[in-house]
């Protein structure tokens, strides 16, 4: 019998754009969300059977510039709704929280989005990799964040120097555990610095991205828009 195929869910805006814009105000970089927090559409796309085959259909998907990866999915009873929004107001669409979406059972992609104002995006997965070696012998995806992608014209310095890393995992449901795990250990060695955010919750800050795996994230590794004093990175 073949190898069944990994599935993973994406959502797109229903009217685009759906990107982050930045503008240079007073020579600071100022961030824009254009459309992704509000109304999207969830889909589920079959990916491959392999790790590599996974990760590979995962960037040509993320090439499109129009999907974004779902941490979080429709629970079965809500797989018919036609879409995704903050508040759940028109028919036939629910809102983007734990009461409606989950994280899945079985294979799937694990996002980490790993934070910090230093480091390339190599030498972060570096990191990563020395406080999980149990990472060292998987196929991982790389892709700068879209905050990542931009500069001030002619500075050569990104907006903020984070990254995600893509890593197919036996059973999504652990997700939270291996967050868990991760944290501790980058603590441990002072790449995360536990904070409290404003709901009084404490947070890890500098390396890991706490907030991916809420079912409200959007992890966007979309191209960003650039107006007058910035440039790709």
Same mark, same amino acid.
């Given at each position: 019998m073949p190898a069944k195929k990994i599935t993973q869910g994406y959502f797109t805006a229903?009217?685009?754009?759906?990107?982050?814009? !930045?503008?240079?105000?007073?020579?600071?970089?100022?961030?824009?969300?254009?459309?992704? !927090? %509000?109304?999207?559409?969830? %889909?589920? &796309?079959?990916?491959?059977? %392999?790790?590599?085959?996974?990760?590979?259909?995962?960037?040509?998907?993320?090439?499109?510039? &129009? !999907?974004?990866?779902a941490v979080c999915v429709p629970k079965?009873?809500?797989?018919?709704? %036609?879409?995704?929004?903050?508040?759940?107001?028109?028919? &036939?669409?629910?809102?983007?929280? &734990?009461?409606?979406?989950?994280?899945?059972?079985?294979?799937?992609?694990?996002?980490?989005?790993l934070d910090g104002k230093h480091g390339t995006e190599?030498?972060?997965?570096?990191?990563?990799?020395?406080? +999980?070696?149990? !990472?060292?012998?998987?196929?991982?995806?790389? +892709?700068?964040?879209?905050?990542?992608?931009?500069?001030k014209v002619g500075s050569r310095e990104p907006y903020k120097r984070s990254c995600h890393i893509y890593i197919v995992i036996s059973d999504r449901s652990k997700t939270i555990q291996i967050k868990e795990l991760i944290v501790r250990r980058a603590r441990k060695v002072n790449l995360s610095v536990a904070k409290v955010n404003k709901a009084g919750q404490v947070i890890a800050e500098d390396f890991i991205d706490d907030s991916l795996f809420t079912a409200s994230s959007i992890i966007s590794d979309i191209e960003p828009i650039v107006s007058a004093g910035c440039e790709l990175f």
């Open positions: 229903s009217k685009p754009p759906f990107r982050k814009q !930045f503008t240079d105000i007073n020579d600071i970089l100022v961030k824009k969300s254009l459309g992704q !927090f %509000t109304d999207l559409i969830y %889909t589920e &796309k079959e990916l491959g059977t %392999t790790a590599n085959e996974v990760l590979q259909a995962h960037a040509g998907i993320l090439a499109e510039n &129009k !999907f974004v990866y079965p009873e809500y797989v018919g709704i %036609t879409s995704v929004v903050l508040k759940a107001e028109p028919a &036939k669409s629910i809102s983007r929280t &734990k009461d409606f979406l989950e994280i899945p059972a079985g294979a799937g992609l694990l996002c980490l989005d190599i030498e972060k997965y570096n990191q990563l990799l020395g406080i +999980m070696p149990e !990472f060292r012998d998987v196929a991982a995806l790389i +892709m700068p964040s879209s905050s990542a992608r931009v500069c």
